[in-house]
């Protein structure tokens, strides 16, 4: 199975956990400005809420797949307030013909004087089991 993953971040915060998606998943984790270079079955897509939406980056990205580019996407976020970004970005990858994982993760990250140091190591570790519980329902 061809795993990938692609991230976008301001603040680093998703970064942290995309890097712990892809160590768990035994891939490197990229930038969404590091466009797929081959067909992925599985993408893990990163993202985060500013304003309550999704970056332009992140929609560009994602406007550019098809379903013979990410067979299948698994989402995973964080944000300062709202529960996650799983819903924004699910409705782009849905646009897209791109089916999507009903597993997906959260973090709360650092903003200003909320959420402290998050994601932390504890988040981190939580979102590579994320990615394994993932990884093996796919059959990986």
Sequence with gaps: ?????????RA??????AEAV????????LPVSEAL?????LLFLG????????????????RGLTP????????FSTTAIVPSAYPQIKKL???QGIPVAAQNFHSFGKFGPLHGS???ANDCEKAGAFAREVLAACGE
């Design 93 to 95: 990858l849905d646009a």
């Design 1 to 9: 199975m061809n795993v990938a993953v692609r991230y976008f971040t």
């Design 22 to 29: 892809g160590a768990a998943a035994g891939v490197p984790a």
């Design 118 to 120: 998050r994601p932390d």
């Design 47 to 62: 993202g985060a809420l500013y304003g309550f939406d999704i970056d332009a980056p992140l929609k560009d990205f994602i």
């Design 12 to 17: 680093g915060n998703t970064k942290k956990l």
């Design 68 to 75: 013979e580019t990410a067979r299948k996407a698994a989402v």
């Design 37 to 41: 270079r081959e067909p992925a079955d």
